[in-house]
């Protein structure tokens, strides 16, 4: 079965580094989203983007973060000064379909920020 | 309260037995899904039901969907040790198709 992979699997940064998040979503799909979830705590949404462009965010999705899909495969998460807060796993998912398909997670990203 | 909210937050069963877990909403909905998570991994998905469908199957999970009642239930029989894991519900709604999940119910299943 096709799959959503991200890298790294777990980032250890110092606080104020960027940290960039990659994901390759599901070949034919056209959506693509960023969620995280902090330890012990829900999956929160960030972030969808469709047709090169941003569609949603979150209140949690502030100037300190961004996303590209740089090329035809990839979809990219980039916090740009991290602080102790962002430690969390990021998940990446893609869907094929604004709504009624499924929306696939990938295994995620664990970032610890120290 | 928030969207997505599940019941029971923990529930433990010996195997063999049922399991049903219940996920109450507030907006409108183009569908529902429920995730598997087992611990620190990602989100398996399990299930999507539209809000058009009243009862869903896939192998041993059965998923029901009330919208009037703005809930839905996620039922397993004849659990097994490898079904721990929590599970989530999530809703997407009609417009930005972005998910929204609740709490998450933490299943145990004793062998």
Redesign the interface.
């Known amino acids: 079965e096709p799959e959503v992979t991200q890298t790294p699997s777990h980032q250890v940064t110092q606080m104020g580094q960027e940290v960039i998040l990659r994901c390759v979503p599901i070949s034919n799909h056209l ?1 693509f ?1 960023w ?1 995280r979830q902090i330890l012990g705590q ?4 960030l972030v ?1 983007f469709y047709n090169n462009e941003i ?2 965010k979150s209140e949690i999705f502030d100037d300190q973060f961004s996303v590209e899909r740089p090329d035809g495969s990839n979809f990219t998460l980039k916090i740009r000064s991290t602080k102790l807060e962002d430690s969390a ?1 990021y ?1 990446c ?1 893609s ?1 094929g ?12 990203s ?1 970032l610890t920020v120290v | 309260s928030q969207q997505g909210e599940e019941d029971p937050q923990a529930l433990s069963i010996q195997e063999g037995e049922n399991a049903t877990m219940n996920c109450s909403y507030k907006t409108s909905i183009n569908n529902l899904q429920w995730y598997r998570q087992n611990s620190g991994r990602g989100l398996v998905h399990l299930i999507l039901i539209r809000s058009n469908e009243r009862e869903k199957h896939s192998g041993r999970l059965r998923v029901t969907l009330d919208t009037s009642k703005k809930s839905s239930s996620l039922l397993i029989t004849a659990s097994r040790a490898a079904d721990t894991a929590s599970y989530f519900c999530a809703t997407v709604n009609t417009n930005a198709g972005k998910s929204t999940f609740g709490d998450g119910t933490t299943l145990t299943v004793k062998p």
């Open positions: 959506y989203y969620y829900k999956v929160e949404f969808s569609s949603e796993m998940f998912a869907s379909q604004l709504s009624g398909n499924t929306i696939y997670f990938g295994e995620g664990w």
